[in-house]
C-alpha cells in the first residue's frame, strides 16, 4: 500500500533481500513514526520500547546523559531489548527531523522468524558491531 | 453575511472544525478566557458525526447507569462518548439520548448530543466559513477563508480523519471509496463484493453488506487483521464476523492476506489482481463491486508547504506532546487527528486519542498549554502535603478517568521541583518522562501480556526510575500492597 515506503525499503540492507510482496508486508506491519529533532525515540531504562528503523534523518545515542554515537538513514535500534526482554541502555534522540518504522518489541522476534533473510542481515550487522567493539579495545 | 460571529481579523487562537474536537477546545479555552474564534465549514456542530459511521453503531460504550452519579468525574469511565466540562449539565450528555437497552451509541444520537453541547455551552461557531490557505506573517499565522483572512498567534486544526484515502494501486479509483458507499436496502443484495483494507471501516462495511445479502465478500489488504487488539475491542462482535465465518469456512466469505496489483474494469464487473507473498500463483478475483476501505486523512490543505511534516505519506502532521506541529510552531492540532501525538507506545499499546473518550482529555490539556504559553499567565499548581501524595496516587490509579482512558498516555503528575510536590494535573506521560524536573508520574498501563498495571515514574536528583506494580484482578489500586510500594517508591522523594 504505502508505495514510497517500500521503495525506501527496497533500499536498505537489511531488507534487501525481500520480494515485493514481502516489502510490501513489511511495510504493512510496521508502523511510520516521525519525530521533531529533539524529541526521544528510544529511553534508557524504560520497558516496553520498540525496534526502529531509521528511513530519513539523524539520531544521537545518549547514554546517561553523555553522546555516544550517531544513527542515520538504514541505522535500526531498539533490538537489543526487543529481543532480549531488558531495558534499553541509551536513550535515541532525533537530531533532525526522523522518519522511522517501528516494531513493538514482542513482535520482533516472530517477524525475524518468517524473515530469515532479514534476521540475517541483522545477524552480520551485530556480528561487525561485535568485531569493532573488540578491535577497539 | 452581517450577524455571524466571528469575522476575519485577529485573534489569539483560531479553531477550526466543530465537531467533538472543536466543541471541546473552544469549551475549554472558553473556561480559561483564551480570546478565540471558532470556524466551520459544516452549517451545524457534529463533525464526523454527521455522516459517520455508515452503518453500525459506534465501538466505544456508554453506560446509561453506575455506582456513580453522572455528573460525576468518574462517570466519564463510564461514558467514552460525550464530551467533558466542568458544569454538571453539560456532562454525560449521551446518556440521555441513547436508545433504551443500546450501550453504544448511533451515529444520529452522537450528533444530538454534540449539539445539545454546543447549546448548552453556548459555544459560538462562524458555520459555512472553510479554512482554504495557510501562511506565515512574522509570528502570526494567517488563516485564508472564504470569508475572508484570520490572523491569529496559534491555530488549533480540528479537523478531523475522514477524508478518503486511496493507495496508488492502478486501477483501485474505480472503487468506490467507504465514505461513497450507498446504506441503501438492497444496494447490495446478491452482489459479489471485494473490500479492500482489513480495518475498523472494511469489517463495518463488510458486516453491512452481509446483512443486506451479498453473495460473494472478499476482504484482501497485505496485513493479516489484528486479532490480538480487535480481541480486546468491541468491534469483535459485530466488525469481525466476516472473518469469523472465513474461518470456520462459510461459502462465499473470503478473508485474504494479499496485496491488490491492480483492478480493472471488465463490462460491469471488475477483476482485481492479487499477490500473495506465501504462494507463487497470483489470485485474481471477480466481483460486481469493489469497495476501497483503505483508511482516512486529515484534509491539511496546504500546511505541508508551509513545512508541515507529516507521517503516513501526508495523512497526518507529526505532533509534538502538546500536539503541535514538530516543524511549523504555532500549528496544534485537536480532535482525532491528536492521535499522531504518539506518547510512549510502550509494547506497542497507542493511545485512544482517535477516539472522543481520548482526544477530549487531550483538549483540556491543549487549552491549559495554550492559555499559559499564549498569555504568560499559570494556572496554581496546588500543593500536595507530604502525607497526602501516597492515597492521593491510589485514588487517581483507581478512579481517574483520565488514565482508565488513555492507558500508558496520560498520567496524573506531581512535580517536586524544591522538595514540596505539586499537582501539575493530567499531562501527557512523555510531558514528565522525557523532561527534567523531580517529581512523579502516575499512570495505567497494558504490559506486553496486556494486563493492566499502574506504573509509577519517579525522578530525583534528576535520575527517572520506572517502577511496573503488579495488576489487581478487580484493578482495585487502594489495596496494602500498593500503599507499601508507593511508600518505598516516594519515601525518598517524599522527605526531599
Known sequence: MPDGIVDRLAQLTLFGDLRWPELEAVAHTFEEEVFGAGQRVLRQGISGGAFYVILEGEAVVVIDGEERSRLGRGDYFGEISALTGGVPVADIRAETLLRCLSLPGPQLEPFLLEHPTVMLRMLQAEARRLRDSNRWQ | ?496
Open chain 2, 1 to 496: 453575511m452581517t450577524g455571524r460571529p466571528f469575522p476575519p481579523g485577529d485573534y489569539d487562537v483560531v479553531v477550526v472544525g466543530s465537531g467533538p474536537g472543536g466543541l471541546q477546545t473552544s469549551y475549554f479555552l472558553g473556561r480559561l478566557g483564551v480570546r478565540h474564534a471558532v470556524l466551520s465549514a459544516d452549517d451545524g456542530p457534529g463533525g464526523m458525526f454527521r455522516r459517520f459511521p455508515l452503518f453500525e453503531r459506534l465501538i466505544s460504550w456508554t453506560h446509561s447507569t453506575a455506582d456513580v452519579p453522572l455528573s460525576s468525574r468518574e462517570f466519564e469511565a463510564h461514558d467514552q462518548n460525550s464530551l467533558i466540562a466542568d458544569e454538571p449539565e453539560l456532562r454525560a450528555l449521551v446518556p440521555t439520548v441513547l436508545e433504551e437497552g443500546r450501550r453504544r451509541p448511533a451515529r444520529e444520537e452522537m450528533e444530538t448530543s454534540l449539539r445539545t453541547f454546543a447549546e448548552r455551552a453556548e459555544i459560538t461557531v462562524r458555520y459555512g466559513s472553510s479554512w482554504r490557505s495557510t501562511r506565515q506573517d512574522g509570528d502570526r499565522l494567517v488563516l485564508a477563508t472564504d470569508d475572508g483572512e484570520y490572523r491569529c498567534r496559534a491555530a488549533v486544526l480540528a479537523i478531523g480523519m475522514t477524508e478518503p484515502w486511496v493507495p496508488e494501486i492502478p486501477g483501485l479509483e474505480l472503487a468506490h471509496h467507504y465514505v461513497h458507499v450507498e446504506n441503501r436496502p438492497g444496494r447490495y443484495r446478491d452482489r459479489r463484493v471485494i473490500i479492500v483494507g482489513k480495518r475498523n471501516s472494511a469489517f463495518e462495511v463488510g458486516e453491512g453488506v452481509v446483512r443486506q445479502g451479498v453473495r460473494e465478500l472478499t476482504l484482501v489488504s497485505p496485513r493479516p487483521p489484528d486479532l490480538g487488539r480487535l480481541a480486546r475491542s468491541p468491534l469483535r462482535p459485530w466488525y469481525l464476523t466476516p472473518y469469523d465465518e472465513h474461518v470456520r469456512g462459510a461459502p462465499g466469505r473470503y478473508v485474504l492476506n494479499a496485496s491488490v496489483e491492480r483492478v480493472e474494469r471488465i463490462g460491469d464487473a471488475y477483476r482485481v489482481h492479487t499477490l500473495d507473498p506465501t504462494r507463487v500463483e497470483p489470485i485474481v478475483l471477480e466481483a460486481d463491486d469493489v469497495i476501497a476501505a483503505t483508511g482516512f486523512e486529515a484534509p491539511l490543505r496546504d500546511l505541508a508547504e508551509l513545512g508541515v511534516a507529516t507521517v503516513l505519506e501526508g495523512r497526518l502532521p507529526a505532533l509534538t506532546p502538546y500536539f503541535e506541529s514538530v516543524t511549523v510552531p504555532g500549528v496544534y492540532f485537536a480532535g482525532n487527528v491528536t492521535q499522531a501525538a504518539l506518547g510512549l507506545r510502550k509494547h506497542g499499546v497507542a493511545s485512544v486519542s482517535s477516539m472522543v473518550c481520548g482526544f477530549r482529555y487531550n483538549a483540556r490539556i491543549l487549552a491549559r498549554h495554550l492559555a499559559e504559553s499564549l498569555t504568560g499567565t499559570r494556572e496554581e499548581r496546588p500543593p500536595v502535603p507530604a502525607e497526602r501524595v501516597v492515597p492521593y496516587l491510589l485514588a487517581e490509579l483507581d478512579r481517574a478517568p483520565e488514565l482508565a482512558m488513555q492507558k500508558g498516555y496520560l498520567a496524573r503528575v506531581l512535580s517536586a521541583p524544591a522538595g514540596d510536590l505539586r499537582d501539575e494535573g493530567i499531562l501527557p506521560l512523555e510531558v514528565f518522562v522525557d523532561g527534567e524536573v523531580d517529581g512523579v508520574a502516575a499512570t495505567l498501563e497494558f504490559d506486553a501480556d496486556e494486563e493492566i498495571r499502574p506504573v509509577l515514574y519517579v525522578r530525583r536528583g534528576g535520575l527517572l526510575r520506572e517502577a511496573v506494580l503488579p495488576p489487581h484482578p478487580l484493578r482495585r489500586y487502594d489495596a496494602l500492597a500498593y500503599r507499601e510500594a508507593l511508600d518505598d517508591l516516594l519515601g525518598p522523594l517524599l522527605r526531599g
